[in-house]
């Protein structure tokens, strides 16, 4: 029978109808939240949970993230400026009791596919691990049963969960519950965890769970992959992209891209053979208004692995070539680094150059890179998601679609705010001239001013002479660099291991010592001397107090390079005995003061020497910084693993 209906009922007849329910018996009344909740038993009355009890399995997750908002990919055991997303992804599965926290990385298994540095998206990104699962062995639920009572796995989010009463459906679902906990011996086969909505539940807005997948035993997110898909987006502003994609299908096959990648010399990697399977530069649709002279372009690079840092570093060299900085053929001489397998020029080409030491050169920004896929075989992988049910329930604001659909809108929304600045500036402050692209029959790339090589992402490298790539200065070679890390500090961080190796062995045996001493002396009544463990004592002793000792601060390099100056800096260089000159009384104090008037009063014409001198001056610490780089011990950045993505 269906439920009333109380719209057309008079005040009168709703009052007779409370008085009526009133008298009913306590056992058809319905427990109020408040009574649910403190049939609940206090939460320091509750036994821990216990991840051994509950049956596991292995699985993929597919996700993705907003770079610019993290460190970086990897879990890092140094403290970053900002969080990493592994150690906000791990959080959240450890919150939710998916997995356990106390065993860390390695007790769940888990396996990423491909790494990505600080500022670099994923839309496709994946990991594989152990977790909790609803299911057992043979795919069907696996519940304890006492007689005829069957209890659910709990929902593992943290805390007890506690219905929310506060719908119509919420309380059937609550009282069909109870009725089945009370009079159904048997259930029928209980559906997995519903793990997407779960971690997406917890987890920042900057990172969203997309699919999941069970898996095989033996499978690895990294492994098992077969290849991965980048994208790099920039605009087309002051670029012949027909000439990037001409330079892009040199980088298709397989070559040695030692000259296209950072060198990390603590992995002590001699082969940099990667196979690139799709180079292409594509026009991305519905990215800009009509009628823009700007259009957003995309690089597509498909590849089986990728070095350290790779994509980043062909960009560069791509952006060089669409500005007419260097022609397409520059990507076969830097790819022309091994002797042993030289590369084949091109009908009508002159003969590659060998370059087996890498040029001095800095790789594009960070942003506008994304890792878009990475592709399995689908007999070993299958991407599910909760389906629609647990929308229906939360609310259309938990569906994943319409989340990611409002953060696109937002961003759009930005965009042209943004372009409209830009139109306002544009009514006062003229766009300066266009450079670039040069035409391919220009013989210097000498211009008056400065010239603005760009990066991407809206960055760009200020210089006052372009200097060609193949003629700038080079770094050492693989193998200098690999020695010298290994006679280095490789040496050095190999040592310390077997000293605590050492120590840990040492520490281990002193407590044994110690143990038989104590049984000794209990077997025959003495009592046990002091000496014996006057040994471990002091070693302790003095290990505190190294520890509590503080450091001493770290000696300034002085080969280090020095920092490029300002253009304020070389403005004051230049003024101030001027100023101090006019103004004989004035302390330092008051000389910085009017030098700061000084600078505020001069227009960009009267700047532009200072301006000019900055830019070289930065241009010169860089190649200075690189090189001395170059020379230091330690490579940075890079992973554990021989292929180390963006």
Known sequence: MSP?????????????????IERLPASHTVKSSSDLISSHPDKKGQKPF???????????????????????????????????????????????RLIDPSKGFDGCGWEKCGRTD?????????ISLWVRSALGQNGVGEERRNGSEVKLEEDGSGSEAVPDLSSH???????????????????????????????????????????????????????????????????????????????????????????????????????????ILRADVNPVEDSQPEGSPDKM????????????????????????????????????????????????????????????RKPLYEMADSLPLVLWDCAYDDSRI????????????????????????????RSHIHTVLDRHFLAAAARYHPAPAMHFPLSPN????????????????????????????????????????????????????????????????????????????????VLIGAQMPKETTKSTKSKKKAADKAEKAPRAKAKKDPNAPKRALSAYMFFSSDWRERIKAENPDAGFGEVGKLLGAKWKEMD?????????QAAKDKERAEEEKAAYENKKDAGSGGSGAEDDDE
């Open 169 to 275: 459906d919420a309380l059937v679902d609550c009282l069909e519950g109870e009725d089945i906990l009370s009079s159904t011996p048997l259930l029928p086969e209980i559906t997995e965890l519903q793990y997407v909505s779960k971690l997406n539940n917890v987890l920042p807005p900057t990172i969203r769970i997309l699919a999941w997948s069970p898996v095989a035993d033996d499978f690895s997110a990294r492994f098992d992959c077969q290849h991965r898909h980048y994208k790099y987006f920039f605009t087309s502003h002051g670029l012949d992209v027909s000439r990037m994609q001409e330079a892009a299908q040199r980088l298709v096959g397989e070559h040695d891209f030692r000259n296209l990648c950072k060198l990390d010399a603590s992995k002590q990697i001699t082969q940099f053979r990667r196979n």
């Open 604 to 612: 960009d014409e009267e700047k532009k020497p200072y301006v000019e």
């Open 118 to 126: 600080r500022g670099v998206s994923a839309a496709g990104q994946v």
């Open 297 to 356: 372009f995309v690089l597509d690079l498909i590849g089986s692995a990728f070095l350290y840092h790779q994509v980043r570093h062909i960009m560069a060299i791509l952006f060089l070539v669409g500005t007419g900085l260097e022609q397409p053929s520059v990507v076969s001489a830097l790819l022309n680094a091994d002797p042993d397998h030289r590369e084949i020029p091109r009908e009508g080409e002159q003969p590659i150059e060998l370059v087996d």
């Open 50 to 96: 216990v991840f051994s009890s509950h049956p596991r399995r292995k699985i993929a997750l597919k996700f993705c993230y907003s770079g610019w908002e993290y460190n970086g990919l990897a879990f890092q055991n140094i403290p970053t400026p900002l969080p990493t997303v592994e150690s906000v992804l791990f959080d959240a599965l450890a919150f939710t």
């Open 382 to 409: 299958q991407w599910r998601t909760d389906g629609e049910a647990t929308s229906r329930r939360q609310g259309p604001e938990a569906n994943l679609y319409n989340q990611l659909h409002s953060i696109a809108s």
């Open 4 to 20: 009333p209906s109380y719209e057309n009922w008079t005040r009168e007849q709703l009052i007779a109808r409370i008085n009526e």
């Open 442 to 521: 220009t013989t210097s790339v000498t211009k008056p001013g400065m010239l603005s090589v760009p990066l991407g992402g809206g960055s760009y490298r200020r210089t006052g002479k372009y200097v060609p790539l193949l003629q700038r200065k080079r770094l050492d070679s693989v193998e200098v660099v690999n020695e010298r890390y290994r006679v280095g500090k490789g040496d050095r961080r190999a040592a310390r291991k077997a000293s605590a190796a050492v120590d840990e062995r040492d520490g281990d045996e002193d407590t044994r010592v110690s143990a038989e001493a104590v049984s000794l002396a």
